[in-house]
Every structure is written in structure tokens, then in C-alpha cells.
């Protein structure tokens, strides 16, 4: 069973920087597949912010592009969320999604994913 734990969540003002980390264990498989990052915000449907798939293509929200930067190291089996500049509307919990169903355009849906973590806590303070 995939299990995933997010950390590196916290305070932060206008500007700063975070770095998120989503370790994977059950076994490993985001090697070769689509892993992402998801948020959500009190009173706001989850959304999703980045994506990488199996060839290392990161993908992006509109949100995100920019100033956010997804990778992963499929040695460690983990996947990482740089987020750079932050504003006060990124505040949200966050959650990695992995283990999809299919791969492709797919990797930006939410049911696409059938594991998840248990999400951590992103606070911008302006």
C-alpha cells in the first residue's frame, strides 16, 4: 500500500520561501509515474498546482509557474515542492498525490490519484 507524508509546511510572510517534501513508501513507483501537488484552501475547492511525470516534465498551474518548481528523486522517493515568493493567497494545506489511475493530462485531476497524504499546513502572512 503506497503511503505518503508531506512536511515542510509552516509559517511564512509575503515573499519567503518554503520548500515541501512528500516521501513515498509502500513501494516505488514514482519513477514511472505522474506524482503532483495539490492545495486547498479554507472555504476553496482543492486544486491542483504542479505535476511531474515519468520523463521529469513538470507541469504547472497558472498559479505556480513561476515561482513555484516541482522535483523529485526517485532514489529517495521523494518528491519536493520549491515555492518561492509566496503570497498570501497560497495559503492552504497541501497535499502530494500519487499512485494514478492513468498517466498524461490525466496527471491534473484529482481523481486521478488513489493515494494521498495527509497534507500540510502552508500560512502567508502579508
Known amino acids: 500500500q503506497v503511503q505518503l507524508v508531506e512536511s515542510g509546511g509552516g509559517s511564512v510572510q509575503a515573499g519567503g520561501s518554503l520548500r515541501l517534501s512528500c516521501a513515498a513508501s509502500?513501494?516505488?513507483?514514482?519513477?514511472?509515474?505522474?506524482i503532483g501537488w495539490f492545495r486547498q484552501a479554507p472555504g476553496k475547492e482543492r486544486e491542483a498546482v504542479a505535476y511531474?511525470?515519468?520523463?521529469?516534465?513538470?507541469k504547472y498551474a497558472e498559479s505556480a509557474r513561476g515561482r513555484f518548481y516541482i522535483s523529485k528523486d526517485v532514489a529517495l522517493d521523494t518528491l519536493y515542492l520549491q515555492m518561492n515568493s509566496l503570497k498570501s493567497e497560497d495559503t492552504a494545506m497541501y497535499y502530494c498525490?500519487?499512485?494514478?489511475?492513468?498517466?498524461?493530462?490525466?496527471?491534473?485531476?484529482?481523481?486521478?490519484?488513489?493515494?494521498w497524504g495527509q497534507g500540510t499546513q502552508v500560512t502567508v502572512s502579508s
Open positions: 498525490a500519487g499512485d494514478p489511475q492513468s498517466n498524461g493530462a490525466s496527471c491534473w485531476r484529482e481523481d486521478n490519484y488513489r493515494a
Open positions: 509502500g513501494y516505488s513507483y514514482i519513477r514511472n509515474n505522474c
Open positions: 511531474i511525470d515519468s520523463y521529469m516534465s513538470e
